[in-house]
């Protein structure tokens, strides 16, 4: 798994990343159904991963009513993104 | 997550995984090459057809996509390999109003190769996936 915004970047709540072998859309699908909704897809910033060499990448927003249940909800989805793709491609 | 399991049905990782009739070099020397995009999410699938007279010699393709959208693309080379341009036509358009009518639509089902994408008919925001290599598919047809 890749998270975009680099270690000495501002602090935000809002964090793209990407999981190698699982496209975004397939990440969001899958959060979906973990009840987090996330965005998928170029962000309107086609030039920006153009230049990062990224198809597309998944995007959280964390806001202020965001508590620890949402934030593990969505690490359960991306285990089972990472889970279901490895699987069949083992 | 039994929907999860509904949509991801295994042979369509499969073809995810392994698609058939996908090209990573040039498709200059095919007789008609068509591209089909989605800008929202920057999935891109060109296809190339080559003829042998009326039919479909060979069918490949190439790009970027979701799960759905390879899986979709590498089904619908097997599907469509062999055909005529007619055949290849009319399944075309039978797929396409096949997802356009959503789950529950009593329109006679795609062949067999092709049911395991019948999941996301149920899933409208993936539709898009499931027929951008169609759309490509068809827009090349049309060409000849």
Request: glycine fraction near 6%; aromatic fraction near 6%; hydrophobic fraction near 45%.
């Amino acid at each position: 798994m890749r998270i975009l915004p680099s270690a000495d970047a501002p602090p935000s709540g809002i964090v793209s990343f990407t999981i190698d072998g699982v496209h975004p859309h397939d990440i969001a699908q899958i959060a979906a159904e973990h009840g987090v909704a996330i965005r998928a897809g170029h962000h309107c910033a086609q030039p920006l991963l153009r230049k990062l060499g990224i198809d597309a990448t998944a995007r959280a927003s964390f806001g202020v009513y965001n508590d620890c249940a949402d934030v593990n909800a969505l690490a359960s989805a991306v285990r089972a993104a990472q889970q279901l793709f490895t699987e069949v491609s083992s | 997550m039994m929907a999860t399991q509904a949509l991801y049905k295994k042979i369509l990782l499969q073809h995810y995984r392994q698609p058939h009739h996908k090209c990573e070099g040039s498709l200059d020397d095919a007789d008609v090459v068509r591209r089909g995009a989605n800008p929202r999410c920057g999935d891109e699938i060109e296809v190339g057809l080559y003829l042998d007279a009326q039919r479909l010699r060979q069918v490949v393709f190439r790009g970027r996509g979701c799960s759905i959208c390879i899986a979709s693309s590498s089904m619908m080379t097997d599907a469509v390999l062999g055909r005529s341009i007619t055949d290849a036509r009319d399944l075309c358009a039978h797929m396409h109003q096949w997802f356009q009518q959503g789950d529950g639509a009593d329109l006679a089902a795609p062949p067999a190769d092709l049911q395991a994408l019948s999941a996301v008919r149920a899933y409208p925001a993936r539709r898009r996936c499931v027929l951008l290599p169609w759309d490509a598919l068809a827009e090349a047809l049309d060409s000849l």
